[in-house]
T-cell receptor
Framework: GQQVMQIPQYQHVQEGEDFTTYCNSS?????IQWYKQRPGGHPVFLIQLVKSGEVKKQKRLTFQFGEAKKNSSLHITATQTTDVGTYFCAGIMHSGGYQKVTFGTGTKLQVIP | KAGVTQTPRYLIKTRGQQVTLSCSPISGHRSVSWYQQTPGQGLQFLFE???????NKGNFPGRFSGRQFSNSRSEMNVSTLELGDSALYLC?????????????FGEGSWLTVV
């Protein structure tokens, strides 16, 4: 079945350092979504990437979708303590008339002030 | 406008019982999705409803079911509860569920099965 691997599982960075999390799918995706979940909170939708090779930016966050639509990354420039949380990717694939959604395992980001 | 509302927020059930969780999407949103989140399995997609029809589904046993009403409110039901069903159940809504829609999650319903 479809698998979405996400690395690293944990990341501790000093405030001001950059951070990147990567998602790799075992199959070609239709699109990919990224979410952020603060401790004790619910996932918050960040962005959806649809096109091969797409790059989107949201302030200090840069999202990329690979050319083969099997991998994606989220890069945060100059992390802040407000960036703390778990970042999930969700790979979406159309299969048998259904839209199959598979979440990555998440990357837990800790920012040390 | 009001966000996605899930009820109840917390509940405790006994093995073998059944449970019904409710989700009210953001006004105007017609797509409602359900997810299960556990420390061991992470976030897993359960199913999605659009215009009262189940449009997408994940790999969960038939004990997990759902429905959507004409006002887009949705319920999910888990029958014959097992200890492993203890989890945070999240509901999310979007306008149509299609690519490009922003998806909004509710606070979730914490289910403990004892």
């Amino acid at each position: 079945g479809q698998q979405v691997m996400q690395i690293p599982q944990y990341q501790h960075v000093q405030e001001g350092e950059d951070f990147t999390t990567y998602c790799n799918s075992s199959t070609t995706l239709s699109n990919i979504q990224w979410y952020k979940q603060r401790p004790g909170g619910h996932p918050v939708f960040l962005i959806q990437l649809v096109k091969s090779g797409e790059v989107k930016k949201q302030k200090r966050l840069t999202f990329q979708f690979g050319e083969a639509k099997k991998n994606s990354s989220l890069h945060i420039t100059a992390t802040q303590t407000t960036d703390v949380g778990t970042y999930f990717c969700a790979g979406i694939m159309h299969s048998g008339g259904y839209q199959k959604v598979t979440f990555g395992t998440g990357t837990k980001l800790q920012v040390i002030p | 406008k009001a966000g996605v509302t899930q009820t109840p927020r917390y509940l405790i059930k006994t093995r073998g019982q059944q449970v019904t969780l409710s989700c009210s999407p953001i006004s105007g949103h017609r797509s409602v999705s359900w997810y299960q989140q556990t420390p061991g399995q992470g976030l897993q997609f359960l199913f999605e409803y659009f215009s009262e029809t189940q449009r997408n589904k994940g790999n969960f046993p038939g004990r997990f079911s759902g429905r959507q009403f004409s006002n887009s409110r949705s319920e999910m039901n888990v029958s014959t509860l097992e200890l492993g069903d203890s989890a945070l159940y999240l509901c999310a809504s979007s306008l149509t569920g299609d690519a490009g829609n922003t998806i909004y999650f509710g606070e979730g319903s914490w289910l403990t099965v004892v």
